[in-house]
């Protein structure tokens, strides 16, 4: 079915959204929609996501990305949809790149 496909979505989320509680907010909602992946820090103050998981939960989990927690200030998420791999067991933080 094509509703059970399983999607893989990769973002760059861009702004203030560093040192705001990011990280947890993208876990949280990772683990509410049931999705895999992870998040993480990027040098250039961005925020890396790659999630895996059935298109309208990661459709969801990227207008959360948009809005951000209360204290982060979002100005661009740069989205790319792609064929999940599967090899993801749960969500988790990685560290910085």
Do not use: C
């Not at 399983?6 to 049931?34: N, P, S």
């Not at 103050?45 to 999630?51: F, L, P, Q, W």
Request: charged residues 30%; negative net charge.
């Amino acid at each position: 079915m094509a509703d059970e496909e399983k999607w893989r979505l990769h973002a760059i989320v861009e702004g203030y959204v560093q040192g705001v509680g990011f990280r947890a907010f993208v876990v949280d909602w990772a683990y509410t929609l049931g999705l895999t992946g992870w998040v993480r820090n990027r040098w250039d103050d961005s925020v890396e996501v790659a999630a895996e998981g059935r298109r309208e939960k990661l459709e969801q989990l990227e207008a959360a990305l948009r809005r951000g927690p209360s204290m982060a200030e979002v100005t661009q998420v740069k989205v790319e949809w792609l064929a999940a791999t599967g090899e993801f067991r749960d969500f988790r933080t990685r560290p910085s790149a």
